[in-house]
């Protein structure tokens, strides 16, 4: 079993999933950060060391699982030596090989959530997509992912990578549209809370209905007198008539393509 980690990264996903570990008895060992402030304020909470020097990195742990973003990934790595180590990122978007030129025991923990330090979560129902390149490993993660998760699935690294891009539409790109949302409200006076009801039953919506089947609004049947007034609305604002228009004509041809069968 996986009884200590070395956590690599002191960020929002890093924090929530370190504090969701060491309070199913996993011992957080170390956090490694890039700034020792970071790496300080989360060591303190798992009460445990912490370093902001990659050489200083514990290897000796049963798993290190990294945690820091995309790109600092392969840096990290060829500062330190890993050869002997399991290690596993935590990104949808990597594949599994790209951490086999470090180790040759490794896989991938990825929880499939929006995170942030401030919001803490309960993981029991939070996917958690595992690959691992030998059995043992593959074991060895779905064993540390029932500690926190009763939903854990083996995901290869093509299909994770496309639930990732699925995520981006469904949650990142969702959240800036509530962002748009704000602006408009913001510039008339009025609180966003007023729209909160209606995105959390928009969200509700979907947990019993395909997304097609839960879709309203004047786009779904092109009502163009209601859109016409819309676009007047934004007529000094050109960014927001463009994403009002594209994504308009997207739902409408999405309708129309369910409609016919065709998707």
Request: aromatic share 8%; with cysteine; glycine share 6%.
């Amino acid at each position: 079993m996986i009884k200590t980690i070395t956590l690599i990264g002191a960020g929002n996903l890093a924090t929530q999933l370190g504090l969701a570990l060491s309070k199913n008895g996993i011992g957080i060992s170390q956090v490694y950060s890039r700034t020792e402030e970071s790496a300080s304020n989360l060591a303190s909470k798992l009460n445990c060391t912490f370093t902001s020097v990659p050489s200083e990195i514990n290897t000796k742990s049963d798993l290190l699982l990294i945690a820091i973003k995309d790109d600092a990934i392969m840096e990290l790595l060829g500062q330190i030596n890993v050869e002997q180590s399991f290690i596993a990122h935590t990104a949808g978007s990597v594949p599994m090989s790209f951490l086999t030129r470090y180790s040759s025991n490794c896989g991938v923990f990825y929880p499939l959530q929006t995170f942030s330090k401030s919001r803490e979560l309960e993981f029991d129902e939070i996917p958690i997509c595992i690959e691992a390149n030998t059995l043992k490993g593959l074991k060895l993660l779905e064993e540390l992912g029932l500690k926190v998760s009763k939903n854990v699935k083996e995901v290869n690294s093509d299909k994770r990578g496309k639930l990732h891009l699925s995520a981006v539409f469904s949650s990142n790109f969702v959240n800036h549209f509530y962002h748009l949302g704000h602006q408009v409200l913001a510039k008339e006076g009025l609180d966003f809370d007023l729209l909160k009801p209606l995105i959390k039953e928009t969200a509700a919506k979907v947990m019993d209905l395909n997304p097609a089947e839960a879709q309203t609004g004047p786009a779904i049947r092109f009502d163009e007198t209601i859109i016409n007034k819309h676009l007047k609305m934004l007529e000094r604002q050109d960014e927001l008539r463009k994403i009002y228009s594209f994504v308009s004509e997207s739902i409408y041809k999405t309708h129309k393509k369910n409609q016919n069968g065709i998707f």
